[in-house]
Every structure is written in structure tokens, then in C-alpha cells.
């Protein structure tokens, strides 16, 4: 999650919103090194090496995902003079990179170097719109953060830790008095989230400080709860145990529960503010801001109309696939009687249970492990990091999507995790987890974002740029792909695939429609309810997302379309000296990359094969 950006611009980013494998052998990364390096390429070495110290110096929290305990009892700093700091140090980082003499840099030099460019322009564009981001939403934002930072990132070895998670609670109120100066500043431009987001948000941040030592006598609170399973896992005197326990206690009941009510207060205050509609046109400038998150995502300059028609096309598409399904399976009916079929039969839903959640996570990891089997045949890079699926925590599930993955540490202390969320069972029918399987996991987000951990050769900054038309581009690529290495036998698995395809076509529509043509939420809602068979409880958490981040959801359709175009080309020119092996790891051999650097990077493939 976190990018090569300097410290309050990670933590924007970061807490605006991620069957275990065994380890594989991973092929060596080809070495791109000179044999006598110039003295450009030196100079750019140090140049990149500097710039991610800084940025990683200066983000506590990045930091911590990377399994590195420097400053690991502080938060980052997101007040405004942070953010002009960082503005100031990438104006001169850009004005320097300029400077380099391409010609004294080898091909896979002059890459990074258009890559970290880029970057920094697409930050330096975005800061125009500093305060149209809603820093905090019903999906994302640091009143979840804090809480799932601690319980999953914040790890507690020794003592130190303890004390330095203790110093994180204690410093929660000054962190939040950040986010809210941030909140006040959004209030002065005119921007606000949906007023309906609020409820949600007051909602999720109540749960947090729910329960003991917040209220005596009920159930332990969820941040309670793991620090003291944490200590209890520590070789302590009882003296210094007790000593833990009561500073943390008192550090939840004197600085964390006032700070998430000072919050709620403010989200109380301005939800009474926010203008009547749903997408970002009802916004000062929303349209350029539009095209602007547009541009990010996916890393081309199509517009919204261009956007909105693209989706229509492959929707229609993806409907006559799946009435071949339908007649496969001899389903007698409309396409609409079929999606009502699939969405209540009882055939393919777990039960709403204790039992029925074991047995998802249980044939989710099968599906996994029947996966890695393959993966070899397929891919020359394989990751050593290990991941597991884990359910989301009870504290964000009613807020969190459906399924998504966190990376795992770049030390190997922490594994990759494929987060399933089955808060609501019957938005998780058993046709789809075969391919939400492969998208969060392998071959999708934890081959590529565990890949580009472990490589070498490029220079660290690149491991995490963010490219999001890349990597969610990626990990709908890779739903399709097992298709052709033999899985999805099941017709009715074969359609999931397509029903997760369908909706990443209709986000096109809903996306485009809710911000650039004034759809409104129910309208949105009613055209996913309409054109995919996933329930309504589904459609409405979909859209209210899409609407908390415009933009985001066009990079997964438009990112896999950009790979499979690729793909086809090289298949065309280099006819039987086509290597599918090859083709995935040169997709994969230098981390996230925009989409034109992709088209770049496939070419100079193809001439070299």
C-alpha cells in the first residue's frame, strides 16, 4: 500500500485504505548491472537510494509494514506543513531527475528513472486537489486504521514493543487532532462525503471503543484484547506485567476513547453540512477532479465518456458468455431468471454459521493449494513469502469489501494475507471463491506484490510505486488465466469467473455514471442489481464504495484489458517462439509500472525474444 511518497502523503494513502502456501523456490532475478558501472548510473543509485531513505525515515508507519521497529511508538505526521514539506522535496527530487544523461544509463536505468518521473508528476498533479480526497470514508480511514494497524502490523516480541504500542495508544489523540484539522480544511473547500457515508462512519468508530476497559463489565474491547494477548505471550514479572496492563488501560480510557469522540463529534457536525448527491460533480471542480483520479488509476488519458462506453461493450459481451453457460448447464430461462437463480439457490451458499465460515476458509485455501501446485508451468518467478487467508476482523467487517490482500513484510516477519470477509454469507456463494481465490492470492495480488518484494536489480523505490491499472489489472488478469492452465470445471465456477468479470465491466458504467453523468446511488445500485447476478446487499456496498473512491474501480477492467492486448500481440509476432512463462515475468520482473511503461517494456520483449 504505501508508495515511494514522503511521509503524510503515505499515510493519507495508507489509512485511506489489503490454506497458507508453502515456500516455493523462486527463480534468481536476472542481474542488470554493468560490469563497470558509469558514473550516471552510480549517481542515479545513490540519487533513488536517498530519496527512499528519506521517504521511509520519515513515515513511522511504513516503516512498521516493512517490519523495521525504528520509531515504532510514533504515527505518521499528516498535518498540512507536512504536506508542503513533501510538495517542496518532490518539485526538487523531479527538477534532479531531469537532470540525468539518459545516455549514460542502461535500458533497465532508464526504466526506473521514467518510472520515478512519472510518479512524482502524477503526485505533484494531484496536489492540486489536495482537499478533494474525503480523508476518511465508510470503508477507509484512521478510525479503523488505528485498530487494525495495531492488531495486525504493530508486533509484539519483547517488552519494547509493548511499550512502544502503549506510546502509539497514548498518541492517538494528537493523531486524530490532525485528521480533524485535515476534515476542517475539506470543510472550508466545500467537500464532504455523502451525508448517508457518515452513519457508517460514526458506526465503525463506536465499535472501536465498544466494550472493556471503554465500559466495565462487558466484553473486552477488540484493541484490548490483543494487547493483552500479546503480553501474555511475553517471558514478564508480574510486576512488570501489571505495569503494561494499567498503562495501556489507562491510555485507552484517557487518550483513545476521548480522541475517537472528539471525532465523532466533528463527522456529527459536518454530516449536517454535506451538499445533497452522491458523486464527485456536486464538488467545486469536480469534473477536473474526475478526470484526474481517472488519470491516475489507470494510467491513461481516456475520458469519461470514453470510459462509460467501454464498460457498455463488455458487459454486453459478458452477458452472451454467460448464456452459454446457462445452456451448458440447461437452465431454461431469461439471463435475468438465471442471475435470480444463482443468487438464492441454496446450492451455492455456505451455511450462515460458525461451521459454514470454517468450511469457506477451509475450501478456499484448497483451491489455493490446488493452485501452487501449477504455478511453475506457468511463471519462472515465484515468491518465497508465504501467505495465509484470514477472516476479517468483527471491529471493520460490517464496513470492510467483500475480499482483499495485505503484503506481506519485506523481512519475511509477517506472511501475505488474503482477507475474506464473511460478515454476510450470502454475499459470498461458492461459485465466485474459486476465482476471488486467485485474485487476492495466487496467481494474483500475492504472486505480484510478494514477487516485486523479493526482486533485485531495481531500486527500492520501485517495489512501491503505486500503479493501481497495474496491479488490480493483474489480479483480474489472473482470474481468467487458470482457465487455461485447466481449473474452473465447474461450469458453475467458470460462470463466477465471469460474474467477477461482468462486475469489473459494469464498474466502468456505475463509476462514470455516479461522477461524470449525476447517476445517483439508487440509480447506480439498480443497474448492478439489473446486469450481474451478485445480491443487492452486494450492489449496495459496491456502489457506496465507488462513490467513497471515485475512480478507483475503472483500473481493474481497463488494467487487464491493457495485459491481455499484450499479450496478444506478442502471441501474434513471435508466433511459436511465444514463451507464456516468459511473457508473465517480464510483466512482473519490475514491480508496478503505468500501462504505457508496460507496453514499452513488452515490446522491447518481443524484439528481444
Known amino acids: 500500500m504505501p508508495t515511494k511518497t514522503t511521509l503524510s502523503a503515505i499515510s493519507l494513502a495508507i489509512i485511506l485504505g489489503t490454506a497458507g502456501c508453502s515456500e516455493a523456490p523462486r527463480s534468481p532475478t536476472a542481474s542488470t548491472a554493468q560490469p563497470q558501472a558509469s558514473a550516471q548510473s552510480i549517481a542515479l543509485s545513490d540519487f533513488f537510494a536517498q530519496s527512499y531513505q528519506e521517504d521511509l525515515a520519515s513515515s513511522p508507519i511504513r516503516q512498521s509494514y516493512q517490519g523495521i521497529k525504528d520509531n515504532y511508538d510514533q504515527w505518521d505526521d499528516i498535518s498540512d506543513a ?12 523531479l527538477a534532479k531527475a531531469r537532470q540525468f544523461d539518459r545516455n549514460g544509463l542502461s535500458q533497465q536505468e532508464q526504466l526506473s528513472l521514467d518510472i520515478y518521473i512519472m510518479d512524482i508528476e502524477r503526485q505533484l498533479a494531484n496536489d492540486v486537489f489536495r482537499y478533494h480526497t474525503y480523508i476518511i470514508n465508510q470503508f477507509w480511514g484512521a478510525h479503523t486504521f488505528v485498530p487494525s494497524f495495531l492488531i495486525n502490523i504493530h508486533r509484539i516480541s519483547e517488552i519494547s514493543d509493548a511499550d512502544a504500542y502503549i506510546t502509539r495508544l497514548n498518541g492517538v489523540e494528537s493523531f486524530f487532532d490532525q485528521l480533524i484539522t485535515q476534515l476542517r480544511l475539506r470543510e472550508e473547500a466545500g467537500v464532504f462525503p455523502p451525508k448517508w457515508s457518515y452513519d457508517q462512519m460514526l458506526q465503525a468508530a463506536r465499535n472501536v471503543i465498544s466494550g472493556a476497559p471503554f465500559v466495565e463489565g462487558e466484553q473486552d474491547s477488540t484493541i484490548w484484547t490483543d494487547f493483552q494477548k500479546n503480553v501474555a505471550t511475553l517471558d514478564l514479572s508480574e510486576a512488570e ?52 483520479r481517472l488519470a491516475w488509476y489507470t494510467t491513461t488519458d481516456l475520458t469519461a465518456e470514453e470510459v462509460h462506453q467501454l464498460g457498455l461493450y463488455h458487459v454486453e459481451r459478458i452477458h452472451n458468455d454467460m448464456r452459454q453457460i446457462m445452456a451448458q448447464v440447461g437452465f431454461a430461462g431469461s439471463l435475468s431468471e438465471f442471475f435470480a437463480f444463482m443468487r438464492t ?105 510478494a514477487i516485486t518484494q523479493e526482486l533485485t536489480g531495481i531500486p527500492e523505490f520501485q517495489k512501491y510505486a503505486s500503479f493501481t491499472a497495474y496491479t488490480e489489472g493483474w489480479g483480474l488478469y489472473t482470474e481468467e488465466l487458470p482457465k487455461e492452465m485447466g481449473f474452473y470445471q465447474d461450469p458453475y465456477s467458470d460462470f463466477g469467473r465471469l460474474a467477477m468479470e461482468l462486475w469489473r465491466a459494469c464498474r466502468l458504467v456505475v463509476d462514470t455514471g455516479l461522477h461524470a453523468k449525476r447517476w445517483s446511488r439508487e440509480e447506480a445500485i439498480a ?17 457506496e464504495r465507488y462513490i467513497a473512491l471515485p475512480g478507483q474501480a475503472t483500473a481493474y477492467m481497463i488494467g487487464k484489458l491493457e495485459i491481455q492486448t499484450l499479450r496478444a500481440k506478442a502471441e501474434t509476432e513471435l508466433g511459436d517462439q511465444f514463451d507464456l512463462r516468459g511473457f508473465h515475468d517480464e510483466v512482473l520482473k519490475d514491480g508496478p509500472v503505468p500501462l504505457n511503461i508496460l507496453a514499452q517494456k513488452i515490446d522491447n520483449w518481443i524484439a528481444a525474444q
Open 345 to 449: 439457490d441454496p446450492q451455492f451458499y455456505y451455511e450462515d454459521s460458525d461451521a459454514g465460515r470454517d468450511a469457506y476458509m477451509r475450501d478456499a485455501k484448497a483451491y489455493i493449494d490446488a493452485m501452487e501446485q501449477k504455478i511453475p508451468e506457468y511463471f519462472g518467478l515465484i515468491p518465497q513469502a508465504d501467505m495465509i487467508i484470514k477472516r476479517v476482523e468483527p471491529f471493520r467487517e460490517q464496513s470492510a469489501g467483500k475480499a482483499f490482500y495485505q503484503s506481506p513484510s519485506q523481512d519475511g516477519s509477517r506472511p501475505g494475507i488474503y482477507y475474506a470477509n464473511l460478515f454476510d454469507m450470502s454475499v459470498m456463494p461458492s461459485y465466485q471463491m474459486e476465482a476471488l481465490a486467485y485474485h487476492e492470492g495466487i496467481p494474483g495480488h500475492h504472486m505480484q506484490r
Open 82 to 93: 507536512a504536506i508542503d514539506e513533501d510538495i517542496a522535496r518532490l518539485q526538487t527530487r
Open 241 to 292: 506485567r501489571n505495569r503494561l496492563l494499567d498503562q495501556a488501560r489507562s491510555a485507552l480510557i484517557n487518550k483513545v476513547q476521548p480522541a475517537y469522540e472528539k471525532l465523532m463529534s466533528e463527522l456529527t457536525k459536518q454530516r449536517l453540512l454535506s451538499p445533497k448527491g452522491d458523486g464527485v460533480w456536486r464538488l467545486p471542480d469536480g469534473d477536473k477532479w474526475y478526470q484526474n
Open 527 to 543: 443497474y448492478l442489481v439489473e446486469n450481474t447476478p451478485n445480491s443487492e446487499y452486494d450492489a449496495v456496498k459496491a456502489i
